[in-house]
């Protein structure tokens, strides 16, 4: 309560700016009481500085080439798209659209809500999307996400680039300031959930006038219109204020959120312990070992300052695409039966990995347990399996980065292969992510046996789980699996009228995996997080964010 | 003396230019697209890709690559890196934190590490002596990521005598990161003015002082020592432009933004640019403190003159 | 260890080394060390003799259990038995060690004889160069090397530690060369080495007979220092993700491995032991230097 006047303060500042921007703008300035209701009537509780584990993000921070958790945490927390995500489970909710209707999963059409600004006093209008869209696709722009918007109507790719070839897409129409149509090229039963993608965002006209090269000046402190804005991106720090003139439905509670930018994150999880950092969505995996971090995390009074949440993500291991005696189908089932998963995730990760029983995260719309029978451990069946295939010759390598920590755990899924199927296994660690990312994609030869994939869904749907990995020549296919069945499965499902048509028909795609196994699931992340005495609460999301909107200070 | 540093200075010119060739050649030998990894777990669009090879004249051959990063040099300007930074600002940031880091391992270099060594080298055989072997012993066997470690678990977060980490780079919080990085070249040092002073304890000229009545602290500080510290001092010169790169490890642990983490980000990243640069740095800087370390060889032993 | 005895002496007249050994075996460190290093020699070379059980062989259902009579030292994070692993684990870490010492001392020595005893151009050059290689970072070198010719788990041991040793050697020597070459200097001017210029004898003469030998203590003194530093550096780049592969089993990987705060503070054993084998045989190699170089060095005596 203390701070309330503050809040208020700013509150009046911003309003008075935001009437003079507006005035001089397009004359539509109804938004004003609107704005400054909604910020001081949904402030949940109010005030306060945090810092948060940050990590240096990997390309400019524009929405259409984030696709990676440093950058993405940030502009998470400073975009607003159509459709929010809800903290708890990712079921999408109406956010900068008052509404998307649809009759026929094809026409689209999008009504913005009134009121809604940038952080520079622009309101947010039907061509910020359109134009932001048209931009992001085109090729010319060499945005890495431009492939998201290949749904849409007029995005032409015939070299297979994923960006579209043209600079504006026929499927996009501004109708009026607050209404843009949508015309997808095939049926998209879940284009609603896919909207809330980063991708989405609208840009302020700011944007289209910075003339330099990738738009790198805008980039640098980039104009958004979520509850946060970004007033300060260095090498070391990214600095968020709360946004005072931020009018929609999801704000912030804190008043500033300072990233921190940590190479190590044993680093941050130790400043954590020791209250000199707020935030850490990262425990590293040593700390888990008999829940050493849940005694560190605990206040003087007795109360945790730890949590958990299941996120959307899977790891798998990728049979490799150039090994033909992994052709069999019966070896990839035998090694796929042949390891205990339970026992994995309880030795290397104190059960804070949840052993996956098929390809899909729970935490997905459209999610169906135990579709991979061949992840329930059974040795003598495995054995049986890899007897009659011939076993495998020389020795079976696993392949992970050594970068990720992710030695451990393939060392124990190998000793329990040789120990169940008396196969020969080594584990070969790369010194990091690029150096095994490049054999992967250039389908390297010596890479035999099978390879670590992670995979953090874009948005919450089963669908984003299945097309981009597993169909024909899809972008993360690594396995190079192709089954025209799996493939006429998908275009039927986005074809469906209703959400649960479409999610039966993913269903049984997911289904056809467990016959070829082009992949073998691991297990389901849950992410574990860690906050200082400062903070009384906070909400992590199933996409591994934090919501800003729910950090209760002590 | 003065044409000795002036033919010292003009060598530097052929040392650049081989250390410059022979660190691009390794950076740009280093394998993985620097595009791998930026996109998450997935690959890069090939627009993408090919925007960003072009965009960073990465689809050139290296010596073209070469040739257009010296000339670049030449007007001062070390390039930009794939975060839209350009070079000399990143190093600007990182390197005086390195370099307080570097202060304070030197410091405990000559205070202890020398300290050590003459205390053990005077009292041979006695306690103090075996003290300072074993000790040095245990911090050269600790591998020096295991050593780091246990600092900040102990000093840091247990005792709470030292901060957790050093993000914002303060001589205070640099202060355990900086004996830890110095902490293996104290154990040589120590060992090195031992062996020496002990040596040079024996040798005829201090036992001629001893003869002639002279005190033994005269004895010792006056000729046994200056010669015992000769190769010490080599070394803790030497060591100045090792620490620089050797921070790596250290500045990962506690979290400080120095040339060492930038090293690890830049190889880890594929970011030639910022890699060339950072090192290029390191060279200059351990030519410079290699003259000076020769000087002062000069001007220590009267035996050794440069013409 | 007469043969160590010899070979070292091996320039110096017979009754020297005789000698030499007279002096040392009356020292009781010596006889500390020169146990230790035969014990741990040993189990390089024929660590069946020590242990029957597989040290690839892991049940995770032991999992960091903790010392006991059917395990004496426990078990690692895999279920590894850590005493068969701590004896096999000698091999790789010995041959990495002495080899990469011994490497650089040749390199670095006979380099650094050359400059400090030639000076002009040739110093200048090869300090220079020395100065090159000295700033380049380790990590840098060894992901490139390691590259460059990758090292996969099915490459044989040897191959391996070449590897290692290469890129060890290759950024390490400008350190025993900088040595090499300031001891060189300092003894250049010597009375003695000035007779035996005077007296005529051959630049290579005065070299091997009069300034290397006196020049050459610091060397062997940091030498064998850095031959337990080198097992520890392989042990950092086995944490830096550019070491020994997973399947060649040795102590830096296994202390790399145990090293996270969490493991050391629910189970201390898995690094305990490791790194009290490294301990111990920097220690014992260390004495080891320090007696013989006492017992050779006529001016000590």
Known sequence: MLTRPRALAAAAVSALLLMSVASCGSGDNTTTPTNSAASTGNSVTSGGEITVRGCTPQNSLLPPNTSEVCGGNVLDASEAKLVHYTPDDAAPELDVAASIDTTDSVHWTVKLNDGYMFQDGTQVKAKNFVDAWNWGAACSSAQLNSYFFAPIAGFTDPS???????????????????????????????????????????????????????????????????????????????????????????????????????????????????????????????????????????????????????????????????????????????ISLGWDRAQVTKAVFNNARTPATGWVSPVADGYKADQCTNCVFDAAKAKQLYDAAGGYKGTFLIWVNGDGGHDAWAQAVCNQLKNNLGMECAVQTTPDFKTLRNKITKRDADLTGMYRGGWQMDYPSIENFLAPIYATGASSNDGDYSNPAFDQLLVDAAAATTNDAANKLYQQAEALLDKDMPSMPLWYQQSQFGFSSKIKSVKMTPFSTFDFGSVVMN | MGKYVVRRLLMMIPTFLGATLIIFYLSFALPGDPTAG?????????????????????????????????????????????????????????????????????????????????????????????????????????????????????????????????????????????????????????????????????????????????????????????????????????????????????????????????????????????????????????????????????????????? | MSEIVTTT?????????????????????????????????????????????????????????????????????????????????????????????????????????????????????????????????????????????????????????????????LFGWPNTFRLMRGSVMQVKPNEYVQAARALGANPFRVTTSHIVPNALTPLIVVSTIDLGSYIATEATLSFLGVGLPGTIVSWGRDISAASGIGYIRNAPHMLLFPAAALCLTVLAFIILGEVVRDALDPKLR
């Not at chain 3, 995770?60 to 096999?88: E, W």
């Not at chain 3, 970072?137 to 040793?165: E, F, K, Y």
């Open chain 1, 160 to 334: 297979g680039d994923g960006c579209n070839t043209a600079d504006t897409m026929s499927g996009l129409a501004v109708v009026d300031d607050l209404t843009f149509t949508i015309t997808t090229t095939s049926p998209t039963s879940n284009l609603v959930v896919r909207l809330g993608y980063t991708a989405f965002a609208p840009q302020p006209d700011a944007f289209f006038a910075d003339t330099s090269e990738g738009k790198a000046n805008f980039a640098k402190l980039p104009i958004a219109a979520g509850p946060y804005q970004i007033v300060k991106n260095d090498d070391t720090q990214m600095v968020l204020q709360k946004f005072a003139g931020y009018s929609g439905k999801f704000p912030g509670s804190v008043d500033k959120v300072t990233f921190k930018i940590y190479n190590d994150t044993s680093a941050a999880y130790n400043d954590v312990v020791a209250n000199n950092l707020d935030l850490t969505d990262v425990i590293p995996s040593d700390q888990l070992v008999g829940d050493a971090w849940k005694t560190d995390l605990v206040n003087s009074d007795g109360t945790n300052r730890w949590g958990t949440k299941d996120t959307g993500v899977i790891q798998v291991l990728t049979y490799s695409a150039v090994d033909a005696q992994l052709k069999n189908t019966s070896l990839r089932q035998a």
């Open chain 2, 38 to 307: 930026r996109c998450g777990e997935r690959p890069c669009p090939a627009s993408y890709v090919e925007w960003f090879r072009s965009h960073y004249g990465l689809d050139k051959p290296f010596l073209v690559q070469y040739g257009i990063y010296m000339g670049r040099l030449l007007t001062g300007d070390l390039g930009t890196n794939y975060y839209g930074n350009t070079v000399i600002h990143e190093l600007a940031i990182r390197y005086p934190t390195t370099l307080k880091l570097a202060v304070i391992a030197i410091v405990a270099e000559i205070l202890i590490g020398i300290g050590a060594g003459i205390l053990a080298g005077i009292r041979r055989g006695r306690f103090i002596d075996s003290l300072v072997t074993i000790s040095t012993l245990v911090v050269i066997a600790i591998p020096v990521f295991v050593l780091g470690s246990l600092a900040q678990m102990v000093f840091g977060i247990k005792l709470k005598w030292f901060p957790v980490t050093a993000g914002d780079g303060t001589w205070g919080q640099l202060l355990l990161p900086g004996l830890v990085l110095g902490s293996l070249y104290v154990a040589y040092v120590a060992r090195l003015t031992r062996t020496n002073l002990v040596e040079n304890l024996r040798a005829d000229y201090v036992r001629t002082a001893y003869a002639k009545g002279m005190q033994p602290a005269r004895a010792i500080g006056l000729h046994a020592l200056r010669n015992s510290l000769l190769p010490s001092i080599t070394y803790i010169g030497a060591s100045f432009g090792a620490l620089l790169g050797g921070a790596i490890v250290t500045e990962r642990i506690f979290n400080i933004n120095g040339v060492g983490s930038l090293i690890y980000r830049s190889i880890s990243q594929r970011d030639g640019t910022t890699l060339v640069g950072a090192v290029v740095v390191i060279v200059v800087i351990y030519m410079v403190m290699t003259l000076l370390v020769d000087l002062l060889y000069g001007l220590l032993d009267p035996r050794l003159r440069h013409e």
């Open chain 3, 9 to 169: 002496a091996a320039e110096r007249p017979r009754s020297l080394g005789a000698d030499a050994w007279d002096v040392m075996r009356r020292r009781p460190l010596f006889w500390v060390a020169a146990v230790l290093v035969v014990l741990f020699v040993a189990m390089a070379i024929a660590p069946e003799l020590f242990t029957t059980k597989d040290p690839r062989s892991c049940d995770l259902a032991f999992s960091r259990q903790l010392p006991s009579a059917g395990a004496i030292f426990g078990y690692d994070f895999q279920g590894c038995d850590i005493f068969a692993r701590t004896v096999y684990g000698a091999r790789a870490s010995i041959l990495v060690g002495i080899f990469t010492a011994l490497a650089a001392a040749l390199l670095g020595g006979l380099l650094g004889t050359l400059a400090g005893y030639l000076g002009g151009a040739v110093d200048a050059v090869l300090s220079r160069i020395a100065d090159i290689f000295f700033s380049i970072p380790l990590l840098l070198g060894a992901i490139v090397v390691g590259s460059v010719v990758p090292l996969s788990p099915n490459s044989p041991l040897w191959r391996c530690v070449i590897q290692i040793v290469l890129v060890l050697v």
